[in-house]
Each structure stands twice: as C-alpha cells, then as structure tokens.
C-alpha cells in the first residue's frame, strides 16, 4: 500500500488505474482504525479493483467544544491494519493540503432537508462540515463509489443528498453498523470512556432495541416511546441530545404512515458524545 499526502499524488496514481479501466472506491476515515471502518475497505476491495482510504481529521466539523484536538491520531497503528486488509492507497494530507489559506475563506457545501434537526440541531455547522470535505475528497479522488457506514446514518442521508442534488457521479454505499459483543456501535469515541461509563454505554442500544420491540408489538404513538427512553437514559446517567423515531429517508419524525423507520440516538455520557441506530421496515 502507497501512502501520499498531497493532491496531486492521489490524482496520478488514480489516473493510472483510470487508464487501465479499473473501477476505484473511496472510503473516508478520519482514523483510529476499527474493526467498523475495516469492514468498509473490505466490502469496497469486493464492489472495486482499487480501495482509496483517506484519513483526514476534519477541522471543519467540529464545533469550538468539540473534541478535535483530542481526536485519536494513530496513523502508523492505521496504516498496517490497511495494509492487512489490502487497501491500494492511503491518503493522508496535512489541513494545509485541504484547506490551504483562500482570498475570503473556504467555500462550503451546505446540503439542505435532512442535515436540518437530529445531529444538526445539537452540532450547528457540523453537516456543513461533514458535505464540504467529502465533496472535495470526491473531486480530489474522483471514485466510482465512496463507502460509509451506516452508524453515523444522518450523515449517510446528508451525502446522498449531496450526490444527488450536486449531481456527483459517485455510489454511496452505506455499510451496516459492526458492534462489539454487548451490542455497543464500534466508534473511535468510544476509547474516551472510563470503565464504569463502558459497562453502562450498551444500554443505548438496549433503549433502541426496546423501542423497535414496542413498535413492532403494534405501539404506534412515537412521541410517547421517545420520551420514555429518553427518561430511561436519563435515569441510568445518560444526557441525551434526542432519541427520535423518524422517516429513514426524510429523517422527519415518522408518522403512522410511515413503513421505513429509522430510530436515531445520541446522548452524552460523561465527556464522550455516543451516537446509534436501528432501521425498522414495519410489514403492511
Ligand atoms: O465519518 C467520518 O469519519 C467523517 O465524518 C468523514 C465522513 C470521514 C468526513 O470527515
């Protein structure tokens, strides 16, 4: 595997494989490898000839109380587990690369509808953030298909949202959720917590598994489900920014209608910031 850290690096090595006809996928990290993100290259070597990883700690995305200065930086530890699971090129710039200093500021993408409400609301600027870098990764890679898991769904629903409406010739493929054992979502965040915080973080996903069994025994008022698991994880030491039973495509809050659910979660515990969720296809 080729390591680079500038654009014009990545832009000739793909237009090699360009010219050989080989299709190219992009997986997106900002690094601290997990068993999460390595599922994504494994899936993307299976739908391409080439797997470009990037690892890209984006400046952008997070707010001023954001954790951006603590984020875990393990770039040697990430490029031998990328070597093991066969990715071609590993892209890792430098924020002066991305982001070199522009006459008025950088320009963004802001992507309209389902960045609104959920993460958005508790993390102003973040979506905007999340679009503006993916977009320029697109540009700098140009890949055929751009991987990304599902457990940062909103996310997801914002860039498909942004292929769609800037008219990007790119796949997004979401890749379901890998968790550890207890049923937590593997997250880089999740080495910020103490033991006693591990030992209580599964229950987020309890709180979704129970909300879908309640639904799917026929409950149908939504707000009254949400508020109890939010009091449930309130009472166990959770702060949670929402708990919300929306639309899996609008990311509005779902109505009796609606048969594809998504149920979203994000909560604090302690310093660490967890976010999850379930799909829900109900049958008639
Ligand atoms: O999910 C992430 O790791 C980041 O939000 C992404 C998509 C790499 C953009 O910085």
Redesign the pocket.
């Known amino acids: 595997m080729q390591t680079v850290n500038s654009i014009s690096a990545v832009r000739q090595q793909v237009a090699t494989w360009r010219q050989a006809g080989q299709r190219v996928a992009v997986v997106?990290?900002?690094?601290n490898l997990h068993a999460g993100?390595l599922q994504l290259v494994e899936r993307a070597r299976r739908l391409a000839d080439r797997v470009v990883v990037?690892i890209?700690?984006?400046p952008?995305?997070f707010g001023p109380n954001d954790d951006f200065d603590a984020y875990p930086r393990t770039l040697s530890e990430d490029s031998i587990k990328l070597q093991q699971v066969g990715a071609d090129l590993l892209f890792a710039p430098a924020v002066d690369e991305l982001y070199p200093a522009s006459q008025g500021g950088q320009s963004h993408v802001e992507v309209m509808g389902v960045s609104e409400g959920l993460c958005g609301s508790h993390r102003p600027g973040h979506f905007v953030?999340?679009a503006t870098?993916?977009a320029k990764?697109f540009n700098i890679v140009q890949p055929d298909l751009a991987l990304?898991?599902e457990?940062?769904y909103q996310?997801l629903q914002v860039?498909r949202q942004m292929v769609a409406d800037l008219c990007f010739p790119v796949e997004v493929v979401g890749v379901a959720t890998v968790r550890e054992a207890d049923g937590l979502a593997m997250s880089?965040r999740n080495g910020y917590l103490s033991p006693s915080e591990r030992a209580l973080a599964p229950i987020i996903y309890q709180g979704l598994v129970a909300a879908a069994t309640s639904i799917q025994s026929g409950e149908r008022d939504f707000r009254r489900i949400e508020a109890a698991v939010q009091a449930s994880l309130k009472q166990v030491g959770f702060e949670p920014d929402y708990f919300a039973i929306v639309n899996a495509n609008t990311l509005k809050p779902a109505t009796a209608e609606d048969r594809l659910l998504r149920l979203l979660v994000a909560a604090r515990l302690g310093q660490t910031r967890l976010i999850d969720n379930l799909p829900l296809q109900l049958g008639d």
Do not use: A, R
């Not at 997106?28 to 690094?31: A, E, K, L, Q």
């Open positions: 997106p990290t900002m690094g993100h990037t890209f700690v984006n952008l995305q953030g999340v870098v993916v990764l990304f898991g457990k940062d996310q860039i880089s």
